[in-house]
T-cell receptor, first 113, second 111 residues
Framework: NAGVTQTPKFQVLKTGQSMTLQCAQD?????MSWYRQDPGMGLRLIHY???????DQGEVPNGYNVSRSTTEDFPLRLLSAAPSQTSVYFC????????????FGPGTRLTVL | KQEVTQIPAALSVPEGENLVLNCSFT??????LQWFRQDPGKGLTSLLL?????REQTSGRLNASLDKSSGRSTLYIAASQPGDSATYLC??????????FGKGTHLIIQP
């Protein structure tokens, strides 16, 4: 099993550009989520999904979109990048809800100029 | 809103010492508490998961306890080794809407 994979590992964007951060898992997990990690702020939940076709907002959803068309994939879209979205983004998955052991991907380091 | 605090923010100890990392949370209505390890530039690795009905969990040299009523958890590391150097994160689970994380304890084990 590859576990949770994320691409790209690093990305630099200009303000206003859009992009999609990819996340995939091969463990047949129903629950997937996206977090951002900022210095001094800890990890904060952006969006989550309890299964294919179902998504919901977390603590900091503004400026991000998600969709879940398959169990395996949970892409995160930045619609119009802003410097405030400079962060490290982590995708996580678990068998069911957040009450199960969470498996994290290696992260994507995003810089918005 | 749930808030998670970890003390200390940083800790440096000589190899071989036993140590305790602390985590506190404000809302006792949690499903579970998880301890993670994060190495520099890497993702998070789950160390221990304690369900709300449990008092402690053990894995090797690690032991985590949970006291829901007082909103506290501790992670005990026995016989610390340089390879234990990392940031340790505590997170509480409230159900489907994700985990609430503390800011972590940066641990350095001196050889």
């Amino acid at each position: 099993n590859a576990g949770v994979t994320q691409t790209p590992k690093f990305q630099v964007l200009k303000t206003g550009q859009s992009m999609t951060l990819q996340c995939a898992q091969d463990m047949n997990h129903e629950y997937m989520s996206w977090y951002r990690q900022d210095p001094g702020m800890g990890l904060r939940l952006i969006h989550y999904s309890v299964g294919a076709g179902i998504t919901d907002q977390g603590e900091v959803p503004n400026g991000y979109n998600v969709s879940r068309s398959t169990t395996e994939d949970f892409p995160l879209r930045l619609l119009s990048a802003a410097p405030s979205q400079t962060s490290v983004y982590f995708c996580a998955s678990s068998y069911a809800a957040s009450s199960d052991t969470q498996y994290f991907g290696p992260g994507t380091r995003l810089t918005v100029l | 809103k749930q808030e998670v605090t970890q003390i200390p923010a940083a800790l440096s100890v000589p190899e071989g010492e036993n140590l305790v990392l602390n985590c506190s949370f404000t809302d006792s209505a949690i499903y579970n508490l998880q301890w993670f390890r994060q190495d520099p530039g890497k993702g998070l690795t789950s160390l221990l998961l304690i369900q709300s009905s449990q008092r402690e969990q053990t894995s090797g040299r690690l032991n985590a306890s949970l006291d829901k009523s007082s909103g506290r958890s501790t992670l005990y590391i026995a016989a610390s080794q340089p390879g234990d150097s990392a940031t340790y994160l505590c997170a509480v689970g409230g159900g489907a809407d994700g985990l609430t994380f503390g800011k972590g304890t940066h641990l350095i084990i001196q050889p």
